[in-house]
């Protein structure tokens, strides 16, 4: 099985690193302060790795880009270009602005014709970005058990062969795939994160998904 490398150590890239664990990967979560991760390392067993992001993209046969929108230039730059050469790098980010919601409507830096991920395809051309798991919670990335079963996952990326790789990879987490397209099509998924999120603040229930 591929080696997985999650650049990002928050609580997307601590749930996706569980259930990479849970699947039987390898997997190795990226931090600029690897101490942090010390207690959760010892609850998540030898089979994670932790180290620096360079080592991490390195490590990683796929790559998870699990960081705040903001942070994604400079942790991919972290990571070493070089790094990051004809591998598939599932890209879990949202353009989210350092504001507050109105209403519950989450304001993006970006615009509807260039959306985050199509900026760092273009930034990293010899990468195969996959958006995937930008619309959902870090609670149900991983096999989630709705009453109305599998939900949707909506992915897109310019290269057939790194979306194959994304899609056995969501079908292992549970997840009813629909593929969007190439990567022009991420200026309609990542505003999901929007709608997605309205219903948490209005209602403080996070627990849903898309079906």
């Given at each position: 099985m591929?080696?997985?490398?999650?650049?990002?150590?928050?609580?997307?890239?601590?749930?996706?690193?569980a259930?990479?664990?849970?699947?039987?990967?390898?997997?190795?979560?990226?931090t600029?302060?690897?101490?942090?991760?010390s207690?959760w390392?010892?609850?998540?067993?030898?089979?994670?790795?932790?180290?620096?992001?360079?080592?991490?993209?390195?490590?990683?046969?796929?790559?998870?880009?699990?960081v705040?929108?903001?942070?994604?230039?400079?942790?991919?730059?972290?990571?070493?270009?070089n790094?990051?050469?004809?591998?598939?790098?599932?890209?879990?980010?949202?353009?989210?602005?350092?504001?507050?919601?109105?209403?519950g409507?989450?304001?993006?830096?970006?615009?509807?014709?260039?959306?985050?991920?199509?900026?760092?395809?273009?930034?990293?051309?010899?990468?195969?970005?996959?958006?995937?798991?930008?619309?959902?919670?870090?609670?149900?990335?991983?096999?989630?058990?709705?009453?109305?079963g599998?939900p949707?996952?909506?992915i897109?990326?310019?290269?057939?062969?790194?979306?194959?790789?994304?899609?056995?990879i969501?079908?292992?987490?549970?997840w009813?795939?629909?593929?969007?397209g190439?990567?022009?099509?991420?200026?309609?998924?990542?505003?999901?994160?929007?709608?997605?999120?309205?219903?948490?603040?209005?209602?403080?229930?996070?627990?849903?998904?898309?079906?």
């Amino acid at each position: 099985m591929k080696k997985i490398g999650i650049i990002g150590s928050g609580a997307v890239g601590k749930a996706l690193a569980a259930g990479f664990v849970k699947h039987g990967y390898d997997a190795m979560i990226g931090t600029r302060d690897v101490a942090k991760l010390s207690d959760w390392k010892s609850k998540a067993g030898d089979k994670v790795k932790t180290g620096s992001v360079e080592d991490t993209a390195k490590f990683g046969d796929i790559i998870v880009l699990a960081v705040k929108g903001n942070a994604a230039d400079e942790a991919l730059k972290l990571a070493g270009i070089n790094n990051l050469a004809n591998k598939t790098i599932i890209d879990t980010t949202n353009p989210i602005a350092d504001e507050l919601p109105v209403n519950g409507v989450l304001k993006f830096y970006t615009d509807l014709n260039y959306s985050l991920m199509e900026q760092l395809q273009k930034a990293i051309p010899a990468a195969n970005f996959v958006k995937a798991f930008n619309s959902v919670g870090n609670a149900l990335m991983v096999n989630p058990d709705l009453p109305g079963g599998k939900p949707t996952m909506f992915i897109c990326g310019n290269n057939d062969g790194a979306k194959k790789e994304v899609i056995e990879i969501l079908d292992q987490f549970g997840w009813e795939i629909e593929d969007m397209g190439k990567a022009e099509a991420a200026r309609a998924i990542e505003p999901l994160c929007i709608l997605w999120c309205i219903t948490g603040f209005l209602t403080n229930t996070w627990m849903h998904a898309f079906k």
